[in-house]
């Protein structure tokens, strides 16, 4: 089984006043339902497309003010049946998938850094292998999602320890960045990892979507705080490399878009592009 983790812990301080009471990931992006295009927060349609992998185990870590995302992500019969039938049967829909999965929840009362966030699941994920998706940023495109992508490779290769996703970009200093080996036009294997170097040893950028074997627990466990105090994800992923775990990259399609709803910048892009391609 695989399952999968979500963090939508993080304040959205560069998004206020708007995020003063709804989650950054709450943030609405424009999606295409029966040819006609909806709203739909940000969290939901990384759900959606999750569960369209068929992940039905899901972790979301939240901070103490998230009562909003568990609100949106529990079913209210009362509230459907005020509807019009057009609507019913879209919300609906939502529930159903909902009701079809196992939703855990556990907060995170300080914000220590993504690597904390995906520390704190340790319980929910036991011996399964798993997704770690962030909530404020998702992949959008014709093709396969990506995740399916990942869940191939591992058919064919079971040694793999950790696999996650990058992009190219000309400026990455406030990224993630990956020193790496071509395998194939677009995986590779990952020799390094390190959180906005200076000194960037490529142009790829990682994007805040993971797998993971377990053992990350374990590096996860030795890491120091590391850039603005936070513990970070790349240092336990670097940790691993370190012990000769099989780490990959997997490069994104030029057709396939990021959106990210960190920014004011980041989200007004996110809304043009998904508008564009839905």
Request: charge should be positive.
């Amino acid at each position: 089984m695989t399952k999968c983790v979500i963090t939508a812990a993080g304040k959205g301080t560069r998004l206020l006043p708007f995020t003063k009471e709804l989650p950054k990931e709450m943030m609405p992006i424009f999606t295409n339902t029966d040819n006609q295009k909806k709203v739909v927060p940000l969290l939901q349609l990384i759900f959606e497309q999750m569960y369209e992998n068929k992940l039905r185990e899901y972790c979301f870590i939240v901070g103490r003010e998230k009562r909003a995302i568990e609100d949106h992500f529990t079913p209210d019969n009362s509230y459907v049946n005020e509807l019009s039938n057009k609507n019913k049967k879209l919300i609906s829909y939502f529930y159903k998938k909902i009701e079809n999965s196992h939703l855990t929840w556990i907060n995170q009362h300080k914000p220590l850094g993504f690597g904390d966030a995906v520390r704190k699941s340790e319980k929910f994920v036991g011996s399964d292998d798993f997704i770690v998706h962030a909530g404020d940023a998702a992949i959008i495109g014709k093709n396969i999602h990506p995740i399916n992508k990942f869940l191939n490779l591992l058919k064919k290769n079971q040694e793999i320890d950790c696999m996650f996703l990058c992009k190219e970009i000309i400026d990455n200093k406030r990224f993630g960045v990956p020193e790496v080996e071509k395998i194939s036009k677009s995986v590779f294997k990952v020799l390094n990892v390190k959180e906005k170097p200076t000194k960037p040893k490529s142009n790829l950028a990682i994007l805040p979507i993971y797998y993971f074997k377990p053992s990350i627990f374990e590096h996860l466990k030795k890491i120091k705080p590391g850039k603005g105090g936070e513990y970070q994800l790349t240092d336990a992923i670097q940790s691993m490399i370190k012990s000769k775990k099989n780490v990959l990259a997997i490069k994104i399609d030029s057709n396939e878009k990021d959106l990210d709803v960190g920014t004011v910048e980041s989200f007004k892009y996110s809304l043009d592009i998904s508008y564009k391609l839905t």
